[in-house]
């Protein structure tokens, strides 16, 4: 590979002061700074520790069960009439998403620094389920902040997390205020490590979640070149703030050829609908008003898509066309699950059926031998109340 491809790779991750584009950077109080240098200097020199990334390797196939396989959706598939449909099993993990791949490596990041105790913030509640599990098995107490909305809806996940030892701290509102009640914690107890559950935030937050969840890519590439012979034309996966998405794509990333897509809640798309501002520690798209004073966005029947911001990496792919971006509504989320769970036998959480909607429109009219793949980011244990009270029914 030449020394100019290499410089202008979109793998390469931020710039140095944590821009990707004219997004990202760091936007944070005096009070952080200490902190988010620190965090930087120890990200860098973990990834060039061949022991500490060996230790991260074992565990992923060890305790996480990584990796995830790739599944061929035959009966949708046919029942389309078009593309093959794949599915990334992310749901498959331990603890039911991609999450826990992101909490093991930073908990491990964590030890490294010498932390004591871990905060974090959560939506859909994936991430703190898998964040509990992470820290009890490796010693470490850790405290949970989520929204009183997403607490409302997502039980199952907070009843696991209290199982394996963590402690919730609940607020008013959603993901966003969770994040903001988290980083407000962290900036007064230096003790503590942050562990950011998605690609948002002061940098380097977005490129250690980024380098933590690349192995979805990874291991996509290999599994389809085992079963198929070849990569997928299409990549599609949800997004909240992005982790999901942006793992899945990130191998991908300099192969142009290979359409990647982006899918968000309707309700709350903010790399679609939304405007260039400053919140939450990070320069990227929000769902916010003309003068950046107040922010807005709906409600989603997936908590983890449901943010008002978007990663600020994807934000500039977006920008410069090298992602493309779609939305899927509330209706369209639960035909989705009733599709896959009565035709393939699995039952996705909303989220990933938002990706497994635009798969499904993309499929139409497409070559047999087209590809397209869904990662499938989660599982439906934690819908699974909602899902029975909206169209329990239909399944009677």
């Known amino acids: 590979m030449s020394t100019e491809k290499i410089k202008n790779s979109l793998k390469t991750g931020s710039d140095k002061d944590g821009y990707f584009g004219e997004y990202g950077g760091i936007a944070a109080g005096e009070n952080l700074m200490n902190n988010l240098e620190e965090l ?45 449909i794949y599915f990334k099993q992310e749901h498959l993990n331990h603890t039911g998403s991609h999450k826990p791949t992101n909490t093991l490596f930073q908990v491990l990041l964590a030890k490294r620094m010498g932390k004591k105790k871990i905060i974090c913030e959560s939506g859909a509640g994936q991430h703190w389920s898998a964040a509990a599990a992470t820290a009890a098995k490796f010693g470490m107490p850790i405290v949970g902040v989520m929204g009183k909305i997403d607490c409302a809806r997502v039980n199952q996940n907070l009843i696991k997390a209290k199982h394996y030892g963590g402690k919730l701290k609940i607020v008013e509102g959603s993901l966003r205020e969770a994040i903001t009640a988290a980083i407000k914690e962290w900036s007064n107890n230096p003790d503590y490590y942050y562990l950011i559950g998605s690609t948002c935030s002061s940098s380097p937050f977005v490129d250690i979640v980024r380098y933590a969840q690349s192995i979805i890519g990874k291991e996509m590439r290999e599994q389809f070149m085992e079963l198929e012979g070849k990569l997928p034309n299409e990549i599609i996966a949800c997004a909240g703030a992005g982790s999901n998405f942006t793992g899945s794509i990130f191998e991908f990333l300099d192969e142009p050829e290979i359409k990647k897509v982006v899918v968000e809640a309707e309700e709350t798309a903010a790399l679609t609908n939304g405007t260039k501002g400053i919140q939450q520690g990070m320069v990227t798209k929000f769902l916010q008003s003309d003068d950046g004073s107040k922010s807005l966005g709906g409600s989603s029947l997936g908590a983890g898509i449901m943010y008002y911001g978007i990663s600020p990496q994807l934000a500039h792919l977006k920008d410069i066309g090298a992602i493309e971006a779609s939305t899927a509504n509330d209706k369209e989320l639960l035909e989705t699950y009733k599709l896959v769970a009565q035709n393939e036998g699995i039952g996705i959480s909303f989220e990933p059926a938002a990706a497994v909607t635009e798969a499904l429109k993309r499929a139409k009219g497409k070559p047999k031998d087209y590809i397209i793949c869904a990662t499938a980011c989660g599982r439906v244990e934690k819908d699974l109340d909602v899902i029975e009270r909206l169209i329990g029914k239909d399944f009677e």
């Not at 061949?50 to 396989?69: M, N, Q, T, V």
């Open 40 to 84: 930087k200097k120890a990200f860098e020199a973990a990834i060039k520790d061949k022991k500490f990334l060996d230790e991260f390797a074992y565990y992923c196939k060890h305790w996480i069960g990584r990796p995830s396989p790739i599944y061929f959706a035959e009966r949708i598939t046919n029942k389309i009439g078009g593309a093959k």
